[in-house]
């Protein structure tokens, strides 16, 4: 009985770590893809917009 006990702890954490990926994998693209498409869109449009305007510097 004592391999049973050594072996439970690996297969455990294997089965953890392969619902883990799955989860990860269904969760990309999907519904959301688009959201967060756009929002990261906007985010790097402002970060453009911020860096190409002119400051005001002399005075």
Known sequence: MEY??????????AVF?????VTIVKTQGGANKAKEDAAVDAVLA??????????????
């Open 4 to 13: 049973v006990s050594a072996l439970v702890p690996p297969v455990v954490m």
């Open 46 to 59: 402002r970060a453009e917009h911020t860096r190409q305007t002119p400051r005001d510097t002399e005075v």
């Open 17 to 21: 770590f392969i619902g883990l990926i």
